[in-house]
């Protein structure tokens, strides 16, 4: 498993070198690391550490995280189906990016994810909330998600009709999730929030191997059910709702990555997690640079490839595949 999870770190670094050869503007290996280590000596710096660099950095993150927050809650759900956007949060973050064009446009368009964030984790507590309710039981958390979402999904069409036709493309724009708005300040604001959850998801794998025993088994164990699940949900609904603010609504990285893993490295989360990371980077990052030079000079929405990477392969699955399995 070791030299397995090496490797997938080692084609991390080979996508970053990937993600930052590749836009609109041709550059050489040599050009980049010119620009890289010398800045003020190379006249492509500003390419690569204003645009390149940070969208690389946004991508990477935003995989990672997505692809964690999918493991865990299909973990702690005991439910393969389950990823963050069928829990809310992407109803929530699409409501909160609506108000904030209708109603704070003149703040600027750099503070977009502000409100696809406050979206999110507003949609993330009342899910809770109700949950809560209902004993935190992994029925009432998946119902719950979904009622919230179809909720906040028709509040997004409501105010689509009161739009002005600007407005509607803006909001459309970031639906498809789109990594070009992709600056310093998102990756400040991603590294604070979604590394340190990252980090606090690794060193609780042994409570979510318990997790995906079931209720019955894990409460025999002497695990807190109830306390662990509603820790657990917060905290990758958390870093889904920090993705989905920073890079807009990228589907199928949540529900794919985490089955695609468990292929090549078993049912234990000690293994599961870091690999679903090091994955979900992998995978968007090479997705976002394929959207960068499909249709060049043109750069195509991330979550459009994605998407139909995903339900593709999500098809095969389904006709060729096997039953999938939490654990």
């Known amino acids: 498993m070791r030299i397995k999870l090496s490797l997938l770190i080692l084609l991390t670094f080979i996508t970053v070198i990937i993600s930052l050869l590749s836009g609109s503007v041709k550059l050489t290996p040599r050009q980049v690391v010119d620009a890289l280590l010398n800045p003020a000596c190379s006249s492509y710096s500003m390419i690569i550490w204003q645009i390149r660099l940070p969208r690389t950095l946004i991508a990477l993150m935003v995989g990672a995280g997505l ?21 809310g949060i992407s109803g929530g973050a699409s409501l909160g990016v609506a108000i904030f064009i209708l109603f704070g446009s003149q703040w600027g368009f750099f503070l977009l994810p502000l409100g696809g964030w406050a979206g999110a984790i ?9 949950a809560y309710h209902k004993g935190f039981s992994t029925t ?35 639906l498809m999730g789109d990594l070009s708005p992709a600056d310093v300040k998102l990756v400040n604001i991603g590294m604070v929030i979604i590394i340190p959850a990252i980090v606090l998801s690794l060193v609780s794998f042994r409570i979510i191997d318990v997790l995906t025993l079931g209720e019955e088994k894990s409460y025999s164990l002497g695990v807190n059910v109830k306390r662990q699940r509603m820790i657990l949900y917060l905290l990758a609904s958390t870093i889904a709702g920090t993705c989905v603010a920073l890079s807009g609504m990228i589907g199928f990285v949540g529900l794919l990555i985490p089955h695609m893993v468990r292929k090549f490295f078993g049912y234990a989360h000690k293994w599961v997690l870091p690999a679903s990371i090091f994955t979900g980077a992998v995978f968007l990052t090479l997705a976002d640079s394929l959207a960068r030079v499909l249709i060049a000079p043109i750069e195509l929405p991330v979550g459009v490839l994605t998407a139909l990477i995903g339900s593709m392969f999500l098809l095969l699955v389904l006709i060729f595949g096997k039953e999938w399995r939490i654990g």
């Open 67 to 87: 692809a964690l927050s999918g493991a865990i809650l299909q973990a702690i759900l005991c439910n393969p189906l389950a990823e963050p956007y069928t829990l």
């Open 140 to 174: 009432s958390l998946i119902l719950s998600g979904i009622i919230i979402n179809f909720l906040f999904s028709s509040l997004v069409l409501f105010l689509f009709a009161i739009f002005k036709p600007y407005e509607i493309q803006k909001v459309l724009l970031w």
């Open 122 to 130: 507003f949609s993330i507590l009342i899910v809770s909330l109700l």
